[in-house]
T-cell receptor, first 112, second 109 residues
Framework: NAGVTQTPKFQVLKTGQSMTLQCAQD?????MSWYRQDPGMGLRLIHY???????DQGEVPNGYNVSRSTTEDFPLRLLSAAPSQTSVYFC???????????FGDGTRLSIL | GDSVTQMEGPVTLSEEAFLTINCTYT??????LFWYVQYPGEGLQLLLK?????DKGSNKGFEATYRKETTSFHLEKGSVQVSDSAVYFCALNDYKLSFGAGTTVTVRA
């Protein structure tokens, strides 16, 4: 009963390094999204996908790339990490546009 | 665009007190409305939802009614427990999901 699995749970990077945050789901949901959570700002949408092969930008897409080659996986890539990207990142899925989101446990990312 | 404004915290209560967290929204369509809860160190969990005007969502003693005339979806609980200490997020879903900033609630024994 995995649901939404995010890896890693914690990561520390140096400025300029790249990395990929992984998100995998086993619920066969078409919709997947990446959010970042910062104190006092709620959750802000980074990128989202409405199905395999389809992605679009959210509210704060700069500095991040995504791809959706399968229904199950939706990785988030930081090409050149910056301290402003220090945050908690959540992946979420849902079965339809008007359905509630299912969240992973988050990745806590620190950029030094 | 669509947006959600919720009451700023933090909110500190004693056990068995009444809790209200205000949430208002702006939307061009007819969104579904949600309350999510986040316990320390965890992801967000759906607490309750309402999909159309006058719907009442309820779960774990929490309630919220979708009020189209006041564009509100206030969260209420009649008697809180220490285990209700968490961050609560109001959200609307009209194709994209928009979240409020979150309200931190601490319940003291």
């Amino acid at each position: 009963n995995a649901g939404v699995t995010q890896t890693p749970k914690f990561q520390v990077l140096k400025t300029g390094q790249s990395m990929t945050l992984q998100c995998a789901q086993d619920m066969n949901h078409e919709y997947m999204s990446w959010y970042r959570q910062d104190p006092g700002m709620g959750l802000r949408l980074i990128h989202y996908s409405v199905g395999a092969g389809i992605t679009d930008q959210g509210e704060v897409p700069n500095g991040y790339n995504v791809s959706r080659s399968t229904t199950e996986d939706f990785p988030l890539r930081l090409l050149s990490a910056a301290p402003s990207q220090t945050s908690v990142y959540f992946c979420a899925t849902r079965s339809g546009s008007n359905q509630p989101q299912h969240f992973g446990d988050g990745t806590r990312l620190s950029i030094l | 665009g669509d947006s959600v404004t919720q009451m700023e915290g933090p909110v500190t209560l004693s056990e068995e007190a009444f809790l209200t967290i205000n949430c208002t929204y702006t939307a061009t369509g007819y969104p579904s409305l949600f309350w999510y809860v986040q316990y320390p160190g965890e992801g967000l969990q759906l607490l309750l939802k309402a999909t159309k005007a006058d719907d009442k969502g309820s779960n774990k003693g929490f309630e919220a009614t979708y009020r189209k005339e006041t564009t509100s979806f206030h969260l209420e609980k009649g008697s809180v427990q220490v285990s209700d200490s968490a961050v609560y997020f109001c959200a609307l879903n009209d194709y994209k999901l928009s979240f409020g900033a979150g309200t931190t609630v601490t319940v003291r024994a």
